[in-house]
């Protein structure tokens, strides 16, 4: 996975349509900024000539390459640099001002909310594309299986909570094999949205002992190479080397691949939105707000569909 790029941007002002879902002092701390695309750039110069960091989430990491590239090949004298490392890492860059912006796959937590008060920063959240979370099994698990796996929501706690230890007591058909589980480390997005939706319902924890990787290509590699095995991935990151689990929301629903349809008509069980975010609305004309309008243009929105994501603003 690449971890560096440059990228040049397309932009406008960004319009705030939503309103923060932190507690507040004075200012707010967080806020959703659903503005849509913009038309294309005026041919003011100033952004021309600046360079922006982006920091955050490796689910989003992809998106703000591809996007970084194409639009250093539009504008070859900005500089946008773009790294990875989780969405903790992106929104405690930000809030201590050493990147612009930084890449998240989920909101910020009430100690980030904190933090960010304390510094007198205001979270603005850019959705910028939508993704899914796949649950992915080493192949050894389904070799006895005529068809899918299919788990509900809370079947998936049980197995990450350590609740079932073998696979067979899990689903008739299943390996009479210890479960081998991987998550993500703490300050994961990915992690995070696993946990609200197949977690903390149920009132499960991850288990002890559970195996920790550091990013959505090291969990799917972990998975294709270890048999018995059990983690999780954003949408993008599906090879053909694990099997998917097909999910339902309970007992008695239909049960659904990963797939980008399934994601993108609001039927998949696992999907998030994701963001890159800024410490207020960025300055007009600057690189920051060109490189995010850019990212919500048409031409960036096709990348976002191109990198396996789902756009959210209309691409024509």
């Not at 080493?138 to 197995?159: A, D, Q, R, Y």
Request: aromatic share 8%.
């Amino acid at each position: 996975m690449r971890e560096h790029a440059k990228t040049l941007a397309l932009s406008a002002s960004m319009l705030i349509a939503g309103l923060l879902i932190g507690t507040l002092v004075l200012a707010p701390t967080l806020l959703l900024n659903q503005g849509t695309a913009q038309q294309p750039f005026p041919q003011d110069s100033a952004w021309r000539y600046q360079s922006i960091r982006v920091v955050g989430s490796t689910t989003v990491l992809p998106i703000a390459n591809a996007c970084a590239i194409r639009f250093m090949e539009l504008y070859d004298t900005t500089s946008i640099t773009v790294e990875g490392g989780g969405s903790g890492r992106g929104y405690s860059e930000l809030i201590g001002g050493l990147c612009d912006i930084a890449c998240a796959s989920r909101k910020p937590k009430q100690s980030e909310l904190d933090a960010a008060r304390q510094k007198g920063v205001t979270l603005i959240l850019h959705e910028i594309a939508i993704d899914g979370i796949a649950i992915i099994v080493n192949p050894s698990v389904t070799e006895g299986l005529s068809g899918s796996l299919n788990l509900t929501l809370e079947e998936i706690g049980k197995i990450f909570a350590g609740v079932y230890s073998k696979w067979s007591e899990v689903k008739e058909g299943l390996p009479n094999e210890e479960i081998k589980v991987f998550v993500r480390e703490p300050g994961s997005g990915t992690r995070a949205t696993f946990e609200e939706f197949c977690m903390k319902p149920f009132g499960f924890e991850v288990k002890t002992g559970a195996a920790q990787v550091p990013s959505n290509p090291a969990m799917r590699q972990s998975v294709e190479q270890t048999p018995y095995s059990i983690g999780y991935v954003g949408l993008g990151f599906v090879s053909n080397n694990v099997e998917v689990v097909h999910v339902a929301r309970e007992n008695g629903q239909p049960f659904y691949a990963p797939t980008y349809e399934n994601v993108k008509e609001g039927i998949y069980p696992l999907s998030r939105y994701l963001y890159m975010v800024t410490n207020g609305i960025p300055e007009s004309s600057s690189l920051t707000d060109r490189f995010i309008d850019f990212v919500k243009s048409p031409e960036g929105q096709k990348l976002v569909e191109q990198c396996g994501y789902i756009a959210v603003y209309p691409k024509e």
